[in-house]
């Protein structure tokens, strides 16, 4: 028996924090002291303008962007910390982006058993029963052995969410999964976001759509400049914003007559 100290804890509870989180392009500082927190199990949906940094946020959490200051706590691990075994964190941690950036030319199932085959090691058998039976949560169950240009992009984007739930994860990213989509095709992939915010995923969610947000937040987190302006219960940031700039915000997104209901 080892009794040696494990060197990076196991992942657990899988919650998020941030504390002062910077990030800069050049002299463009993009998150100028970011505070935020998920608990496990909650549901936060970031909204805001183009260019407020929630992507650069979302992205920062899973270290797919450096950050320049700040600190970053992801189910027990400090993300932010230098000597990190990011692999361990990230095998928990599943996101989708706006494009689907799914294989060509692997299949739906060999598309969702790549990664847990090749990181996690599982068998192949195995790792083709837990893709079937996320690619059944998300209606795909007949699509196993199409390629990704067979499908349209609604259907592309829930094998996106199938591959990255192929790894069970403990937390979900999504970076506005629904931004590059036909408008009737919104309506399926925020279906199955519903359904996994209904089975207790923890979710940190970039997003436009504040239908929604409305209905399945716990809290909405409102940002512009690269700063939090305003956050709290959906009923509040959306239903009764506070703040100046968030108010300009919905008055111009959820406004029918506005054309670019997308900013």
Known sequence: MNDSTPTQPEFHAAGVSIVGLRKSYGSNE???????????GEVVCLIGPS?????????CVNLLEQPNAGTIHVGGF?????DIELDKMRRNVGMVFQQF??????TVTQNCTVAPTKVLKRP??????????????????????RYPDQLS?????????????????????????????DPETVGEVLSIMRNLARAGMTMLVVTHEMAFAREVA????????????????????????????????????LDPTHVDVRE
């Open 153 to 181: 992009g609604g259907q592309q984007q829930r094998v996106a969410i199938a591959r990255a739930l192929s790894m069970e994860p403990q937390l979900m990213l999504f970076d506005e999964p629904t931004s590059a989509l």
């Open 51 to 59: 260019g407020s940094g929630k992507s650069t946020l979302l992205r």
């Open 124 to 145: 192949s058998a195995e790792a083709r029963a837990t893709a079937q039976r996320h690619l059944a949560n998300v209606g795909l169950a007949d699509f196993g052995d």
């Open 30 to 40: 993009v998150l100028k002291g970011i505070d935020l927190t998920v608990a496990p």
């Open 218 to 253: 716990d809290r909405v987190v409102f940002m512009d400049g690269g700063v939090v302006v305003e956050e709290g219960t959906a009923a509040e940031v959306i239903g009764n914003p506070q703040q100046p700039r968030t108010q300009d915000f919905l008055k111009r997104v």
């Open 101 to 106: 950036n799914l294989f060509p030319h692997l």
């Open 78 to 82: 400090e993300a932010t910390d230098p």
